[in-house]
């Protein structure tokens, strides 16, 4: 690998003894990669050791700790600063590489992130993913703003795939060129607004469709378990977007309706936060206080009950379902339906 092809793996971690071991081996089994920095954000388990009993001998791996826990934003942050390569990588912690997946990024040219394909995989199945994992036709794109908006607008009743998940690998050049980092206010969306800010900076995002990232579907992931005031920075920050950036009249109003639709969510959690915590009478008291925010509680209040309808009526028997599915859809390779 040459020395602008060499890639900085960053892994921001909490409570991930369990899981750290096998993201740390598959960063270090890459040969562009350069460095993995580990940021052990406030563990409570032994997330730093167990990191470091992997370490291979090549002085590749560092770990970092934080005594307080900070948040995934702080965390990379700091992994940036730490590190030197001239790309970066962000691999969760749950999460891993598949063999070769820097090989197939590094053969293309013309951009400032690249992703490829996600396969998602219940963590049972992991042991076996590697024989299982579907081969795609090479297919680039470049996603402009307008598609990346689009795609992190999420429906109900629809399988979680926005693009905002994601795992670009980036180019420092171009972060450090625009004064761009995570936004350490946020605990949920850190991703989706670094990409947005950069999308409106100029970035070339290209997308891949080789499948590179393996992401394991866990019931106790920290990314499930985010709180009603992460909704609120979340959509703030899109308004801070909204204040500052140059967009076109088709850029602000996507944005808008992203920020409408985390905002519209905040709402509902609000409501029931309060109707949980303090009571019925709170939670309508501040409904009659903030009347813009009624329709997203109603509309929220509605759907959530068709959804309660829907799941609680008998299911007819159904084919078996593949334990792997993948982000992007795309054609397999040798299938020229």
Not at 222 to 229: A, I, P
Not at 234 to 253: G, K, M, W
């Given at each position: 690998?040459?020395?602008?092809?060499?890639?900085?793996?960053?892994?921001?971690?909490?409570?991930?003894?369990?899981?750290?071991?096998?993201?740390?081996?598959?960063?270090?089994?890459?040969?562009?990669?350069?460095?993995?920095?580990?940021?052990?954000?406030?563990?409570?388990?032994?997330?730093?050791?167990?990191?470091?009993?992997?370490?291979?001998?090549?002085?590749?791996?560092?770990?970092?700790?934080?005594?307080q826990?900070?948040?995934?934003?702080?965390?990379?942050?700091?992994?940036?600063?730490?590190?030197?390569?001239p790309?970066?990588?962000?691999l969760?912690?749950?999460?891993?590489?598949?063999?070769?997946?820097?090989?197939?990024?590094?053969?293309?040219?013309?951009?400032?992130?690249?992703?490829?394909?996600?396969?998602?995989?219940?963590?049972?199945?992991?042991?076996?993913?590697?024989?299982?994992?579907?081969?795609?036709?090479?297919?680039?794109?470049?996603?402009?703003?307008?598609?990346?908006?689009?795609?992190?607008?999420?429906?109900?009743?629809?399988?979680?795939?926005?693009?905002?998940?994601?795992?670009?690998?980036?180019?420092?050049?171009?972060?450090?060129?625009?004064?761009?980092?995570y936004?350490?206010?946020?605990r949920?969306?850190?991703?989706?607004?670094?990409?947005?800010?950069?999308?409106?900076?100029?970035?070339?995002?290209?997308?891949?469709?080789?499948?590179?990232?393996?992401?394991?579907?866990?019931?106790?992931?920290?990314?499930?378990?985010?709180?009603?005031?992460?909704?609120?920075?979340?959509?703030?920050?899109?308004?801070?977007?909204?204040?500052?950036?140059?967009?076109?009249d088709?850029?602000?109003?996507?944005?808008?309706?992203?920020?409408?639709?985390?905002?519209?969510?905040?709402?509902?959690?609000?409501?029931?936060?309060?109707?949980?915590?303090?009571?019925?009478?709170?939670?309508?008291?501040?409904?009659?206080?903030?009347?813009?925010?009624?329709?997203?509680?109603?509309?929220?209040?509605?759907?959530?009950?068709?959804?309660?309808?829907?799941?609680?009526?008998?299911?007819?028997?159904?084919?078996?379902?593949?334990?792997?599915?993948?982000l992007?859809?795309?054609?397999?390779?040798?299938?020229?339906?």
């Amino acid at each position: 690998m040459t020395a602008n092809t060499t890639v900085c793996v960053i892994i921001a971690a909490k409570n991930a003894a369990m899981t750290i071991a096998r993201a740390v081996r598959s960063a270090l089994a890459e040969e562009a990669v350069e460095e993995v920095i580990v940021v052990d954000d406030g563990s409570t388990d032994d997330t730093g050791a167990v990191a470091l009993s992997v370490d291979d001998g090549s002085n590749r791996l560092k770990v970092i700790r934080f005594d307080q826990n900070k948040g995934p934003a702080a965390a990379r942050n700091r992994a940036i600063e730490a590190s030197t390569a001239p790309l970066l990588a962000i691999l969760d912690a749950d999460d891993f590489f598949l063999p070769g997946r820097f090989i197939q990024i590094m053969a293309e040219d013309q951009w400032d992130f690249i992703a490829d394909n996600i396969v998602f995989v219940k963590e049972e199945s992991v042991a076996h993913i590697r024989n299982g994992v579907q081969q795609f036709r090479r297919q680039t794109r470049l996603l402009n703003l307008e598609a990346f908006i689009i795609g992190n607008i999420s429906q109900r009743g629809k399988q979680r795939g926005e693009i905002g998940f994601l795992k670009p690998v980036m180019r420092r050049e171009f972060l450090d060129s625009h004064g761009l980092r995570y936004n350490e206010s946020l605990r949920l969306g850190e991703d989706y607004d670094l990409y947005v800010r950069a999308l409106v900076a100029g970035a070339r995002y290209k997308v891949i469709h080789s499948c590179g990232y393996g992401a394991v579907v866990r019931h106790d992931s920290l990314s499930g378990k985010h709180k009603t005031d992460d909704l609120k920075r979340l959509y703030e920050a899109d308004q801070a977007i909204l204040a500052s950036a140059a967009l076109t009249d088709v850029q602000r109003a996507l944005l808008e309706r992203h920020e409408k639709h985390v905002r519209d969510r905040y709402e509902l959690r609000h409501f029931l936060d309060l109707k949980n915590n303090l009571g019925s009478f709170s939670a309508l008291a501040y409904a009659f206080t903030h009347l813009g925010a009624v329709p997203a509680i109603v509309s929220g209040i509605t759907a959530d009950k068709r959804e309660a309808y829907s799941v609680s009526k008998p299911k007819q028997p159904t084919a078996t379902v593949s334990p792997l599915r993948y982000l992007l859809p795309v054609m397999p390779e040798g299938d020229r339906s």
